[in-house]
């Protein structure tokens, strides 16, 4: 592989993805995810945003009387917090539901993107493979949840809590982008969820600007409805360009 290949920033696989998307041949197997996170994020972020003032004047009851001054600075702090919060999980739903239909769309986009037809591939692959799909996904819930924990401890903390929180918390969530839809295309080869991690930190960086969209887009209704099939795509041609040689080359798909 090309060391411009492997330098590329995760900017570029963000647009990439948009691109690759709309591919003949591939946009078929775009449908299924992104109707389901069309009808499931849209119908939580509805939710969402008609109870954003009932809940920040309850969180800001937490800041001590002496500190009431910051509640103008605080406000949108709280906001994003919850907005941030929300998003991944609301998008940790839809991809635990989408996974599968995620994974297929992952593995015909590598197959296009490289020439490599993958063996027992299609519906009936995906279908054999959604319970081992699925306990990916319990892997990485298990990963994300003490972390998240922590994060929201740290959020009740008056003013100091409430003011570090919402960053620690994009930070994470970036990463967690990251691992989320990068790891359908190295799933599909059978790679351990810890060696992916690890394949992901040594390109931090990079992860971490794609993640960053990532996540900035699950926040902005309409796009947020739009952006699964997007990081999909992205990580599947980011797996394809800087992971498969090292991991793949002789594996085959599913």
């Not at 929180?165 to 967690?176: E, K, R, S, T, Y």
Request: overall charge positive.
């Amino acid at each position: 592989m090309h060391n411009d290949t492997k330098s590329r920033s995760g900017f570029h696989y963000f647009v990439r993805g948009w691109h690759l998307m709309m591919l003949p041949g591939i946009k078929r197997y775009v449908v299924l995810p992104l109707l389901m996170n069309i009808v499931l994020l849209g119908g939580a972020f509805w939710w969402l945003y008609s109870r954003l003032n009932i809940w920040i004047p309850a969180l800001l009851e937490h800041i001590p009387g002496w500190l009431q001054w910051l509640g103008y600075l605080l406000w949108p702090l709280c906001v994003l917090a919850v907005l941030l919060v929300f998003s991944y999980f609301f998008s940790t739903i839809a991809n635990w539901i989408a996974a599968p239909f995620s994974g297929l769309l992952a593995e015909q986009l590598e197959a296009k993107l490289t020439g490599h037809i993958p063996p027992d591939g299609g519906v009936m692959g995906m279908v054999k493979d959604t319970p081992r799909i699925l306990h990916r996904e319990w892997l990485k819930l298990a990963y994300y949840l003490p972390r998240a924990l922590a994060l929201l401890l740290l959020h009740l903390i008056p003013a100091f809590g409430q003011t570090v929180a919402p960053v620690l918390w994009f930070l994470f969530g970036a990463w967690m982008m990251a691992i989320q839809y990068s790891d359908y295309p190295f799933d599909n080869h059978k790679v351990p969820f810890v060696t992916m991690r690890r394949a992901l930190a040594r390109h931090k960086t990079q992860n971490m600007q794609f993640g960053a969209l990532v996540y900035v887009c699950t926040v902005i209704p309409l796009l947020n409805l739009v952006i699964m099939p997007v990081a999909v795509c992205g990580a599947t041609a980011m797996w394809v360009d800087r992971y498969r040689d090292d991991f793949a080359a002789s594996l085959p798909v599913r």
